[in-house]
């Protein structure tokens, strides 16, 4: 169990390019999630993933992100066109059955997104 | 809408305190409850899990209980030290239209003073 990586740590970015994130799951967990957190405030659900299927999105996910888990391994989230409001650190989790079934989660260390 | 307060935003205690960290939601329809500490500038680590059906769960100095009815949990946190220093989470699973999202509370950071 070598735990939840993600990729890159920081990323200093300009208004209006596009940025994507890399996140590698707990190798035999099948659920990943993609949440947003901002200084202050706790962890807000994006997305989430069960194998490469995409099976839930939160309305904070804006039509300028886009997630994917191309073989149910390895996921990336992409935004487009950033904007400043978009400054936050980015978490990925893992879990082997999901919330539903009692699974915790286990969190990445994030990549932490400035947008200038 | 689920929504989940932490109260108190910040504690200092010194060391050697015991303490309890107060987590409540709004809605008692949940699948579990987890507490999850955060270092500054890092990811969450899970501490405790306590499914719906449970009323606590403990794992060395710490000890979570839940109320489902009244929408309350505690961290109860004995004998602090300095390492105990970080912000504590806390964050609900609801079954509303079987999303996996788990909804979280804001924090409590936590001091311990030497």
């Known amino acids: 169990d070598t735990g939840v990586s993600q990729d890159p740590r920081h990323k200093i970015t300009k208004r209006g390019q596009n940025v994507t994130f890399r996140c590698d799951p707990i190798?035999?967990?099948?659920?990943l999630y993609w949440y947003r957190q901002t200084l202050g405030q706790g962890p807000e659900f994006l997305t989430y993933?069960?194998?490469?299927?995409?099976?839930?999105k939160s309305r904070l996910l804006s039509d300028r992100f886009s997630a994917e888990r191309p073989k149910g391994s390895f996921s990336t989230l992409e935004i487009q066109r950033t904007e400043q409001g978009d400054s936050a650190m980015y978490l990925c989790?893992?879990?082997?059955?999901?919330?539903?079934?009692?699974?915790?989660?286990?969190f990445g260390n994030g990549t932490r997104l400035t947008v200038t | 809408k689920q929504e989940v307060t932490q109260i108190p935003a910040a504690l200092s205690v010194p060391e050697g305190e015991n303490l309890v960290l107060n987590c409540s939601f709004t809605?008692?329809?949940?699948?579990?409850l987890q507490w999850f500490r955060q270092d500054p500038g890092k990811g969450l680590t899970s501490l405790l899990l306590i499914q719906s059906s449970q009323r606590e769960q403990t794992s060395g100095r710490l000890n979570a209980s839940l109320d489902k009815s009244s929408g309350r949990s505690t961290l109860y946190i004995a004998a602090s030290q300095p390492g105990d220093s970080a912000t504590y989470l806390c964050a609900v699973g609801s079954p509303q239209g079987g999303s996996e999202k788990l909804v979280f509370g804001k924090g409590t950071k936590l001091t311990v003073n030497p």
């Open positions: 989790a893992s879990s082997s059955q999901g919330a539903t079934y009692n699974s915790p989660l286990h």
């Open positions: 809605d008692s329809a949940i699948y579990n």
């Open positions: 190798s035999e967990h099948n659920r």
């Open positions: 993933f069960q194998n490469e299927a995409q099976l839930e």
